[in-house]
């Protein structure tokens, strides 16, 4: 049995609850959950063992690069010019060595399988000239030299010999010319198996020691008791 006072309590009571929807619509609740889950607080978490080693690798190299800055003189204007110096050095060095997979130039023969006259050569790299194809040029030319030595009999004919051969045997037959018989036997080497380049003053060099040969006359073919060239 309830009281006046228990009636006006449990009316208190029915009344504030009634304050309160029971039911939210749909729509706002949405917005509501996805507003509160949008809380940075939610997303937040340590960084595994790997992450913490990769921002301490990246610390440590910009840790790496700013002291070197500092110590270089120049700051790091001053850093940048070191490493260009030293990629500079580098290229240098593979430009005068080589890569070290190059095979040895004793191995290769200068011709090919196609027998050529002297004049097919020369009009060979005549016409990849024109064309600045100047690695090419070079190859012909030099190609053209040997078979003109050989013609003259100055060198014994022989498919599988090397640049570095003939430029060898014409050099004791030709003493005045050897250094620049060596130096083209090298430039061929070097475009035709090193992987380089030719550049029109290397064709043009061989062009003219080429015309130059055209006149020279070898030891042997003098017949002079001193072994000197007349």
């Known amino acids: 049995m309830t009281g006046a006072g228990g009636t006006t309590t449990a009316a208190r009571f029915l009344g504030a609850a009634g304050d309160i ?33 990769v921002d301490r690798f990246w610390q440590w190299i910009g840790d790496l690069f700013t002291g070197a800055a ?4 120049g700051g790091a204007a001053g850093l940048v010019v070191l ?22 130039r004793t191995e290769r023969p200068i011709r090919g399988g196609t027998a050529l006259s002297a004049a ?3 009009a060979a790299a005549a016409a990849h000239a024109a064309a600045r194809r100047w690695t090419e040029a070079c190859q ?16 014994d004919p022989r498919p599988g010999r090397t640049a570095d051969e003939a430029a060898a045997e014409a050099g004791r037959l030709l003493p005045a010319y050897a250094d620049r018989l ?14 380089r380049t030719a550049d029109e003053s290397a064709y043009r060099a061989l062009c003219a020691l080429d015309e130059d040969l055209e006149s020279a006359r070898p030891l042997l073919a003098v017949g002079t008791a001193g072994g000197e060239e007349r």
Do not use: C, K
């Open 182 to 195: 060596r130096s083209s036997a090298r430039l061929f080497d070097d475009v035709t198996y090193g992987g």
């Open 83 to 104: 490493a260009l110096a030293v990629i500079g050095l580098g290229a240098a060095l593979w430009w005068r060595l080589g890569t070290p997979q190059r095979p040895a």
């Open 21 to 53: 929807p029971v039911d939210t619509p749909r729509v706002p609740a949405r917005e509501a959950a996805r507003d509160e889950l949008a809380d940075p607080r939610y997303h937040e978490h340590d960084p595994n063992l790997l992450e913490r080693g």
């Open 140 to 155: 012909d030319r030099m190609r053209a030299l040997v078979r003109a030595l050989e013609d003259r009999a100055v060198l």
């Open 70 to 73: 500092d110590a270089a003189p």
């Open 120 to 122: 097919e050569h020369r």
